[in-house]
């Protein structure tokens, strides 16, 4: 179910996105950056608020680093993805800002270690 709060926190990061689209639009963006916590929570968001909603197409375990936090996703094919544990076939590492950006979609300079195709099931809509 969806609260006040939860539809706070979604819009939060959507308008975040839209932010970085359009910025993308000028001829000089500017350097905009997110604080950690919001990049970290945007991560928590995305992961388990839009990645459970879509089935993978493919097996394996990605793992993602952004500052101090750590997640394991577990992608089974033909069901949803889940956080999980096991050894990981793709790991995303960076700063919470890049690793939001990646997970989004956006330019980024996020690490890639491993198997970049699982990425596909984890993708912006």
């Given at each position: 179910?969806?609260?006040?709060?939860?539809?706070?926190?979604?819009?939060?990061?959507?308008?975040?996105?839209?932010r970085l689209?359009?910025?993308?639009?000028?001829?000089?963006?500017?350097a905009?950056?997110?604080?950690?916590?919001?990049?970290?929570?945007?991560?928590?968001?995305?992961?388990?608020?839009?990645?459970?909603?879509?089935?993978?197409?493919?097996?394996?375990?990605v793992?993602i680093?952004?500052?101090?936090?750590?997640?394991?996703?577990?992608?089974r094919?033909?069901?949803?993805?889940?956080?999980?544990?096991?050894?990981?076939?793709?790991?995303?590492?960076?700063?919470p800002?890049?690793?939001?950006r990646a997970l989004?979609?956006?330019?980024?300079?996020?690490?890639?270690?491993?198997?970049?195709?699982?990425t596909?099931?984890?993708?912006?809509?």
């Open positions: 179910m969806l609260t006040v709060g939860r539809w706070a926190r979604r819009l939060a990061h959507e308008t975040a996105i839209h689209d359009a910025e993308s639009a000028l001829p000089e963006p500017p905009t950056r997110y604080a950690d916590a919001f990049a970290v929570d945007g991560i928590d968001e995305f992961l388990t608020f839009f990645v459970p909603r879509r089935a993978a197409q493919q097996d394996g375990v793992r680093e952004a500052g101090d936090r750590e997640w394991t996703v577990v992608l094919s033909g069901e949803v993805p889940a956080l999980g544990d096991g050894p990981a076939d793709l790991t995303i590492t960076g700063s800002d890049d690793v939001y989004w979609g956006r330019p980024n300079t996020a690490r890639m270690v491993g198997h970049v195709a699982l596909e099931p984890l993708a912006a809509p």
